[in-house]
C-alpha cells in the first residue's frame, strides 16, 4: 500500500469516528444572568450574623449596611503592602464609576489588628486615600461572627527581635447588598476593568 493510500484509510476511519460520536453543542448562556470575570457570586446571598463594630464617633452594625451597595475589605493601617494597593485600587475604581455615572459603593475597611487600630487611626488612613471610605474596629469577640462567616483568615506573627508584629490575612473584597448581605467576592488577583464589569453587572441585576 502506498503512503497516499494509507492516508487516504486513515482519514476515512476518522470521518467515520467522528459521525459515529454524540453530538456536542456549547452551553447555553442564561441571558438573565450576568457574564462575570472577576467576582464569585453566592448562589443565594449571603446572609450576616449581627455584628457591632466602632467607627470614628459611631457604632457601625448591621443597619450600616442597609439603603446602599457596600465593598467590605479586612486589614490593618500598619500592613506593608495588601492593604495600601487594594485602597489605591478601590479608589480608582470608585473614580471610574463616578465617571460613567454610575453610583460607587460605600468602602469599609475592617481592621484586624484592633489592638493598634483604633477608630481614629483608622480614620486618618482611610482618609488619607478617600474621605469617604470608613474605617472600622472592634475586640476580636465582636469581629469573630463576622470574619467567621465571610471565611476571613488573619493570623498575628511576631516578627524577630521585638515586640512588633505583622498580620497575615486575605485579602478578598465582598460586594453587600443593600439588604445587608453578601452578594459576591472579588478574589484576589483584583483587576480593576474586571472588577468594574462586574460590579455594573451585578448591582443591575441584584
Known amino acids: 500500500m502506498t503512503a497516499l493510500g494509507g492516508l487516504l484509510i486513515a482519514l476515512l476511519a476518522s470521518a467515520l469516528i467522528w459521525r459515529s460520536l454524540p453530538s456536542r453543542q456549547a452551553p447555553a448562556v442564561d441571558p438573565a444572568k450576568p457574564q462575570l470575570s472577576a467576582a464569585t457570586v453566592f448562589p443565594e446571598e449571603q446572609s450576616l450574623p449581627a455584628f457591632s463594630l466602632q467607627s470614628e464617633g459611631d457604632a457601625f452594625d448591621n443597619r450600616s449596611l442597609a439603603g446602599h451597595w457596600t465593598l467590605l475589605f479586612f486589614g490593618y493601617t500598619s500592613c506593608p503592602d495588601v492593604c495600601p494597593a487594594t485602597l489605591l485600587l478601590l479608589k480608582e475604581f470608585k473614580s471610574s464609576l463616578l465617571q460613567r455615572g454610575l453610583v460607587p459603593p460605600r468602602v469599609v475597611m475592617v481592621s484586624v489588628d484592633p489592638n493598634r487600630d483604633t477608630p481614629n487611626v483608622l480614620k486618618r488612613y482611610t482618609s488619607a486615600f478617600d474621605a469617604n471610605f470608613v474605617?472600622?474596629?472592634g475586640s476580636?469577640?465582636?469581629?469573630?461572627?463576622?470574619?467567621?462567616?465571610?471565611?476571613v483568615y488573619y493570623r498575628r506573627q511576631p516578627q524577630e527581635g521585638g515586640s512588633s508584629y505583622v498580620v497575615d490575612h486575605s485579602a478578598g473584597i465582598y460586594l453587600v447588598s443593600p439588604r445587608g448581605r453578601v452578594r459576591a467576592v472579588f478574589l484576589p488577583p483584583h483587576d480593576l476593568q474586571s472588577m468594574l464589569h462586574d460590579y455594573a453587572a451585578l448591582t443591575v441585576a441584584g
Open 135 to 137: 474605617g472600622v474596629t
Open 140 to 151: 476580636e469577640k465582636a469581629l469573630s461572627p463576622l470574619a467567621e462567616t465571610l471565611g
